[in-house]
C-alpha cells in the first residue's frame, strides 16, 4: 500500500466544513472562467452535499450559514487553487457582497439526482450574458469539469484519477487485516511523523479557541466551566468539542481533516493527542498512534463510502481514535480490536442530519467513547463475542457498519432533507 498516497489525499488541511468548501470551490473555479461581473449562480447539488452545508457556519462570515452563501463567497472571493482552503482570504467587503446577491435571489439551488455522493455544479452567468460552470465530485476537492459558455474547458480523467472508483491506495488498505494496519503504522518516516505531528498541533489550537470562548453553542467551553479538574476523559471531551465549536460555527481557523472531513479529523485526532500529552508519550509513539487512527478510519469510510446517513465522526473517527489510544496505553492489536468493537456497540446507530453547530455534541460523544472504549478494552472488558451485529473482528465489524449505512439506512437522507426543508 501506497501511505504516501494515502496521507496526501485523506489527511490535509481544511477551512471551514468540507461540504460548503466543495460548493465554494465549484463556484470559484467557475468564476475563474466567466469574464464578466456576476449575476446569478445556480447551484446543483448532491443530497448529501446539500444536506450537510445547509446549516453550517461559513469561515470568515461570522453568524452566516449554508450552501449558498458559500457559493457566493467562493464566486466573489475564492481561490480555487487552494482546494479545501478556498475561501481562506475572505474579506468583510466579500462577506457584504455575497449577502446582496443572496438577498436579491441570485443564488439557487436544486438537489441532482444520478450523481456521486460527493457532487457539487455551480453555473455562474454574467449580466453580459456569458456563463461558466464547474464540477467538484468524487472527492470534496477534486475539480473535475470546467466549462466557459458551455463548451469543456478541462476535464479530469476519472480514470487516470481514480476518482470513479475507490483509489488505489484505499484498495489496497480494504484488503489488509488489522494486524498488517497496525504494522502499517509503524512504517511512517520521518517526513510523515512530522506532517501527522502538525496535523496534532492544529486542531489543538483550534480547540483552544474554543475553550477561551464559547463559539458556536458552547459545547466544548461548557465542558470545560463544568467539568471536573484533571480528569482526562473529560478533556478529552471538552476540547475535541471546543474544536467543533469553532469549526462548525465558521471559524477561520484551518483543522486537519481525515478521509475529507475536519470533524472526522478532529475525533481521530484529539483524543490521542491529549492522551500523549498526559502520559508524556514520546513523539514517536504519538504519530504512530495517529497513523493508525487515519488508516482505521479511512478503512470504515472505504465501506461506508465518503457521505453516509450515519455519523462518520462516531462509527469511524470514533474507531479510530479507540484503536489509537489502546496503542498508546500499550495495548495489543486484539485489544484494539475489542476497543472498536466497544466503540461500535455504543454509537452505531447515530444519524448524520447535516453538518451544524451541535455537531459539537457528537464529536464529544465519539471522542468520549472512544476513550471510555480502550479502556474497558485494556481491562478485558466490554466486546468479546459477537453481541447484536457487532463483534471482535475488525474487518466484520466494517463491513457491517458499511451495509447498515447503504442499505439499512437507505431512506434516512431523504427522510433528513424532507425535515430540514420542512422547517427551514
Known amino acids: 500500500m501506497d501511505l504516501q498516497a494515502f496521507f496526501r489525499n485523506e489527511v490535509k488541511p481544511a477551512l471551514g466544513c468540507t461540504e460548503p468548501a466543495c460548493v465554494a470551490l ?3 473555479a467557475a468564476a475563474r472562467q466567466l469574464g464578466s461581473s456576476l449575476e446569478r449562480i445556480h447551484l446543483r447539488l448532491s443530497a448529501n452535499i ?9 469561515p470568515g462570515a461570522p ?14 472571493a475564492g481561490e480555487p487553487d487552494k482546494g479545501l482552503l478556498v475561501l481562506e482570504r475572505v ?12 438577498e436579491a435571489g441570485a443564488v439557487s439551488m ?35 469539469e470546467v466549462r466557459r459558455e458551455g463548451r469543456v474547458v478541462s476535464r479530469a480523467d476519472e ?24 504494522s502499517m503504522a509503524e512504517s511512517i518516516d520521518e517526513g510523515l511523523q512530522a506532517f501527522l505531528l502538525h496535523g496534532a498541533a492544529m486542531n489543538l489550537k483550534v480547540a483552544e479557541e474554543g475553550l ?25 471531551k471538552a476540547w475535541s468539542a471546543a474544536a467543533a465549536d469553532v469549526r462548525m460555527a465558521g471559524g477561520s481557523q484551518a483543522v486537519m481533516s481525515s478521509a475529507g472531513s475536519g470533524n472526522h479529523g478532529l475525533t481521530a485526532i484529539i483524543p490521542p493527542a491529549l492522551y500523549a500529552r498526559a502520559s508524556g508519550c514520546d513523539d514517536r509513539a504519538l504519530s504512530e498512534a495517529l497513523a493508525l487512527s487515519h488508516l482505521v478510519t479511512g478503512y470504515i469510510k472505504a465501506r461506508t463510502g465518503k457521505l453516509t446517513p450515519v455519523c462518520g465522526c ?110 427551514n
Open 26 to 28: 465549484a463556484a470559484a
Open 50 to 58: 446539500a444536506k450537510n452545508g445547509m446549516h453550517v457556519g461559513i
Open 63 to 76: 453568524g452566516l450559514r449554508g450552501n449558498l452563501l458559500a457559493a457566493a463567497l467562493g464566486a466573489l
Open 91 to 102: 474579506a468583510p467587503q466579500d462577506v457584504a457582497a455575497a449577502k446582496a446577491l443572496l
Open 110 to 144: 436544486e438537489i441532482a439526482h444520478d450523481v456521486p455522493a460527493v457532487y457539487a455544479e455551480a453555473e455562474l452567468t454574467g449580466r453580459d450574458g456569458r456563463s461558466a460552470s464547474a464540477v467538484v465530485a468524487f472527492a470534496h476537492d477534486f475539480l473535475h
Open 159 to 182: 480514470a487516470q484519477s481514480g476518482r470513479s472508483d475507490l483509489p488505489s491506495y484505499i484498495k489496497d488498505l480494504s484488503r489488509l487485516s488489522f494486524g498488517q494496519i497496525w
Open 212 to 236: 477561551a470562548s464559547p463559539w458556536g453553542l458552547g459545547i466544548g467551553h461548557g465542558l470545560r466551566q463544568c467539568g471536573p479538574a484533571n480528569d482526562l476523559l473529560w478533556d478529552i
Open 314 to 423: 462516531s462509527v469511524a473517527a470514533g474507531s479510530g481514535a479507540a484503536a489509537a489510544l489502546t496503542r498508546l496505553s500499550g495495548g495489543t492489536p486484539r485489544q484494539a480490536e475489542a476497543a472498536i468493537g466497544n466503540v461500535l456497540s455504543a454509537v452505531l446507530g447515530m444519524i448524520c442530519d447535516g453538518a451544524k453547530a451541535s455537531c459539537a455534541l457528537k464529536v464529544s460523544t465519539a471522542a468520549g467513547e472512544a476513550f471510555t472504549a480502550a479502556k474497558l478494552a485494556l481491562r478485558g472488558a466490554g466486546i468479546s463475542d459477537r453481541q447484536g451485529v457487532i463483534g471482535l473482528d475488525f474487518s466484520e465489524n466494517a463491513r457491517v457498519v458499511g451495509e447498515l449505512s447503504s442499505l439499512g439506512f437507505g431512506a434516512v437522507d431523504g427522510v433528513i432533507l424532507r425535515l430540514l426543508d420542512s422547517t
